[in-house]
């Protein structure tokens, strides 16, 4: 597909998130993590590097839509979890102590107080939760576009099991972030749209709710403002080596077959 390739029909009335797709983290997070190594290149870089890998690289790019609306967080997941809630101080919660691999992320005997805290949401947290409340009047659609694992990693709900090579997130029955009457027609729509990526893959499968029921950011803004929202996660073996580079020619067809199935997710919606 031509990177110049025009817009989508009423791709205006798309909201993209992609809130975990930075390695970036801000100066004061780098000095609370490194201490005095944080002046010390390789160090530094390689601290980057990692929170990079475990976030979703690359997602800003898989998930680019020519002519819909996005918002692409600035600071790394470890920085805080924007797909979190405000309050959840649990150890994979919106404040990180340690990376999906379980390894602290900061020194020995390190722990927020409580207003260090309340400084980093306020910084962080309250600052995109904000910019997304503005960008979603008179939009139609929001999508949260994640990438995960190719397995459960230590910190996680499915420990070792291989994963879907698409998972969309639509919400607990109770509290449906999408419309429950159009979610296997959206499952198809992405069977469809991803078959060719998928087509040869160890991860072909596309799920609903697995490994995961509910997108955070989904759920939130959707009990909201009463825009339809779902998660969707592409599996980072479709795209990563497992050195961390990209595999050639993945990302432009992971995006291709998103901008497909975005099309027809926007088609299920009055």
């Known amino acids: 597909m031509s990177p110049n390739r025009s817009a989508l029909p009423n791709a205006s009335a798309l909201l993209i998130l992609t809130p975990h797709a930075s390695g970036a983290l801000p100066p004061g997070v780098l000095r609370a993590m490194l201490g005095a ?6 160090r530094r870089e390689a601290l980057l590097r990692r929170v ?42 919106v404040l990180k102590l340690f990376d999906f691999d379980k390894k602290a992320l900061y020194p020995a005997g390190f722990a927020f107080s ?37 397995y459960g990693p230590a910190l ?19 509290l449906p972030s999408f419309p429950a009457a159009r979610v296997s027609e959206l499952k198809t729509a992405a069977e469809h749209a991803f078959a060719d990526v998928l087509n040869g893959e160890p991860f072909t499968r596309v799920a609903v709710n697995d490994p995961w029921a509910d997108d955070s950011l989904s759920v939130r803004h959707s009990e909201a403002s009463g825009v339809p929202a779902f998660g969707i996660e592409v599996n980072a073996g479709l795209y990563l080596t497992p050195k961390g580079e990209a595999r050639p020619g993945q990302l432009a067809r992971l995006n291709a077959a998103f901008e497909t199935f975005a099309a027809s997710a926007l088609a299920l919606l009055p």
């Open 37 to 42: 190594d944080a002046f010390d290149t390789d």
């Open 52 to 93: 990079f890998l475990e976030g979703d690289p690359y997602t800003d790019l898989i998930y680019n839509v020519p002519g819909a609306s996005h918002l692409s967080a600035p600071w790394s997941r470890f920085a805080a979890d924007l797909n979190r809630e405000r309050g959840d101080t649990s150890d994979n919660g």
């Open 114 to 150: 409580p207003e260090a805290r309340e400084q980093r949401l306020q910084a962080v947290w309250d600052t995109f939760e904000a910019a997304v409340s503005a960008a979603l009047p008179g939009k139609r659609l929001m999508i949260v576009g994640h990438s995960m694992a190719p």
């Open 156 to 174: 996680g709900p499915d420990t070792g099991t291989p994963r879907p090579g698409i998972t969309l997130m639509v919400g607990l029955p109770k």
